[in-house]
C-alpha cells in the first residue's frame, strides 16, 4: 500500500478515470491494455499514466500491458470501494430523488441506504425501497448500518446545520450539493462541494475564449 502522502488529490481523482477507461476496454472486449489506450480514453498522456500507476505497485508488462482485472481491483482498493461503502442523503428533494436513481453510484460500489428528511409527512415512507428517517434519527441509524458518507442535497439555509447532523452522527465524508460553503469540519472529515453553477461558467468561459 503506497503511503498517502504521494497520493495527492488530483492524483486519486485521475484514478478514477482509469476505472472507467478500464471499463470501457474491458466492455471493448479487451484484457489488457497498454498506459496509450488508457490514456487516450481520458486524454491524459501515457508518461503521466504510467507515473500515476506506479504509485500502487508494478502491473505493467514490456510488450503486453496492464491487466485490465488485477489493475481495476488494484485501483478499487486504493480508493477503499473494494467493498460497498454505505451512503446517507439528507433532503428529499428532487435532486435528492435524481441521486438516488443514478445508477452510476451503485456501480461504482456505493449503496444509498438511508434518507433523513424534516418533513413530517416524508418520514416513515420509502423511497426505491429506501427507509425515510427523521433527521433526529441519524446518529442511531448511522451507527447502526455503519454509515460513514452522505450526500447532503438540502435547501442552502440548511445546509450548515446539516453539516453538523452529519458529523454529530459520526459521518466522516459529506458531499455537498448545496451552494453553501465555508463550514470547516474538524481534521477527521471532509466536505467535498458539487457546484453545477460554477462547471457550467467554467464551460461557458472555453466557449466564450475557446
Do not use: W
Amino acid at each position: 500500500m503506497p503511503s498517502p502522502e504521494k497520493i495527492t488529490p488530483r492524483v486519486v481523482e485521475r484514478f478514477s478515470e482509469y476505472l472507467r477507461a478500464l471499463a470501457e476496454l474491458s466492455f471493448e472486449g479487451k484484457i489488457s491494455a497498454s498506459s496509450a489506450q488508457i490514456a487516450s480514453k481520458i486524454g491524459r498522456s501515457p508518461d503521466l499514466v504510467r507515473k500515476d500507476l506506479a504509485l500502487i505497485g508494478s502491473f505493467g508488462k514490456r510488450g503486453v500491458g496492464y491487466d485490465i482485472d488485477e489493475l481495476d481491483d488494484a485501483i478499487r482498493t486504493i480508493l477503499g470501494i473494494d467493498k460497498r461503502r454505505r451512503v446517507a442523503l439528507v433532503g428529499f428533494g428532487q435532486l435528492g430523488q435524481s441521486l438516488i436513481r443514478y445508477n452510476g453510484l451503485s456501480e461504482s460500489g456505493f449503496e444509498v441506504c438511508a434518507i433523513f428528511e424534516i418533513d413530517r409527512k416524508l418520514i416513515g415512507n420509502r423511497f426505491e425501497e429506501i427507509p425515510i428517517y427523521s433527521a433526529e434519527q441519524m446518529p442511531e441509524i448511522c451507527e447502526k448500518e455503519t454509515i460513514l458518507l452522505a450526500i447532503v442535497a438540502v435547501p442552502a439555509e440548511n445546509a450548515h446545520s446539516a453539516f453538523q447532523q452529519c458529523l454529530d452522527a459520526g459521518i466522516r465524508g459529506i458531499l455537498n450539493f448545496t451552494d453553501r460553503t465555508g463550514f470547516n469540519p474538524p481534521p477527521h472529515a471532509k466536505i467535498l462541494n458539487v457546484n453545477i453553477a460554477v462547471e457550467m461558467e467554467s464551460l461557458s468561459y472555453f466557449l466564450k475564449h475557446s
